[in-house]
């Protein structure tokens, strides 16, 4: 049987509000102790990603206010997300194609988790985890 991202991935997800300010994302992130929360919004649906490394070359080193600046700001585009019913080899492929070393867990339209690099090497042989390693780290960064 094939392991899927549902098999591997953290559950039970928080995530900042499109209309959250950084500072109110940042206080998340450091109390979750992670450094990227997906954007949902009022309908709970991913808008995107927000990272700690967002807030502040996006916002801190460009001179803005984070208390004024909301995480629905620095959201870039269609998150790249990865089905829960997909193969750890699937995550495996969307994360190095990407650049990204997590990807938020999707079943149908809601967010159901997410599957972080680190999962994914507690669950393949060692050498695709080098394969996974080097890919993500020759490849522009996006979260």
Do not use: F, W, Y
């Not at 900042?16 to 500072?23: E, M, N, Q």
């Not at 699937?90 to 994360?95: I, K």
């Not at 159901?112 to 393949?124: C, F, H, P, R, Y």
């Amino acid at each position: 049987m094939t392991t899927t991202a549902r098999d591997i991935m953290t559950g039970g997800v928080e995530c900042a509000r499109s209309t959250d300010t950084l500072v109110d994302a940042a206080r998340k992130l450091r109390d979750l102790d992670v450094g990227a929360l997906p954007i949902c919004g009022e309908d709970d649906r991913l808008q995107g990603m927000v990272t700690d490394r967002d807030i502040v070359v996006k916002c801190i080193a460009d001179g803005g206010d984070p208390s004024t600046v909301t995480v629905s700001e620095l959201a870039e585009g269609k998150p790249v997300t990865i089905g829960a019913d997909d193969s750890v080899q699937e995550a495996l492929r969307t994360m190095s194609q990407h650049g990204v070393r997590r990807l938020p867990v999707i079943d149908g339209h809601d967010l159901v988790g997410m599957v972080s690099q680190a999962d994914i090497a507690k669950n393949l042989p060692d050498d695709s985890v080098a394969d996974l390693v080097e890919a993500i780290s020759s490849a522009p960064s996006t979260d």
